[in-house]
């Protein structure tokens, strides 16, 4: 199968900057999502990323604060905007298998704390 | 509303014995369930997946899970626990024609030598 790697695996911000989270894939896959893990809990859907279209965001999560490029059928970035220390959280990438069964291949994280 | 119960937060089981992680969904129709394992630090591995056929499923590490539509159940099991499997085990479904994965709360499981 697919490996799929995130940049960068962890990083320390400043509340009010920005962090941009890249997730690539070695070979070409049609559906990729970004996934959140708040400390202690489970992952939760931000948005899914198609190539050549605006990604698509679950309830809660917008376009300010998430903006994602999918510029080809290998790559994606998940942007945190304006970040506090609610951001404070494992980001993980996935895409999803060419099999008919939506199995899902998940990135190793990024793990984010904002001070 | 669709949705993926793991009743138990937290596990703890002696090593070489048996466990059972529990999984409950509630789908319209029988989804596509998968058992994700994730170790500190690490991202999710699947271990297994079940979407059709037999309904007791085996995947990898020694684990199998047993789909009952009668319980809405995809219970996970290994017959004997070994310290390196110390994690946290997520259930997560989707219903077909609709990709969108849901995610259990994750149930953290603690080996003792």
């Known amino acids: 199968s697919a490996v799929i790697s995130q940049k960068p695996s962890r990083d320390i911000c400043q509340r009010g900057t920005s962090l941009t989270i890249q997730c690539q894939v070695d070979?070409?896959?049609?559906?990729m999502f970004w996934y959140r893990q708040q400390p202690g809990q489970s992952l939760t859907l931000i948005a899914t990323?198609?190539?050549?279209?605006?990604?698509?965001?679950e309830s809660g999560f917008v376009i300010d604060k998430f903006p994602i490029s999918r510029p080809n059928l290998t790559f994606s970035t998940l942007t945190v905007s304006n970040l506090s220390p609610e951001d404070s959280s494992i980001y993980l990438c996935?895409?999803?298998?060419?099999?008919?069964?939506?199995?899902?291949?998940f990135g190793p994280g990024t793990r984010l704390t904002v001070t | 509303a669709q949705s993926v119960t793991q009743p138990d937060i937290h596990i703890t089981v002696s090593e070489g014995a048996s466990l059972e992680l529990r999984c409950n969904y509630s789908?319209?129709?029988?989804?596509?369930l998968f058992w994700y394992v994730q170790s500190p630090g690490q991202g999710l591995q699947l271990l297994l997946k079940?979407?059709?056929?037999?309904?007791l499923v085996q995947g990898i590490k020694g684990f199998e899970a047993e789909f009952k539509r009668s319980q809405s159940s995809f219970n996970l099991r290994k017959p004997s626990v070994h310290w390196s499997d110390a994690a946290e085990y997520f259930c997560?479904?989707?219903?077909?024609?609709?990709?969108?994965?849901?995610f259990g709360a994750g149930t953290r499981l603690a080996v003792h030598p």
């Open positions: 996935s895409f999803e298998g060419t099999g008919d069964d939506y199995e899902q291949y």
């Open positions: 070979s070409q896959v049609t559906m």
């Open positions: 990323a198609n190539q050549g279209s605006e990604a698509t965001y």
């Open positions: 789908y319209g129709a029988t989804p596509y």
């Open positions: 079940y979407f059709s056929g037999d309904t």
């Open positions: 997560a479904g989707v219903s077909g024609g609709y990709n969108k994965l849901i």
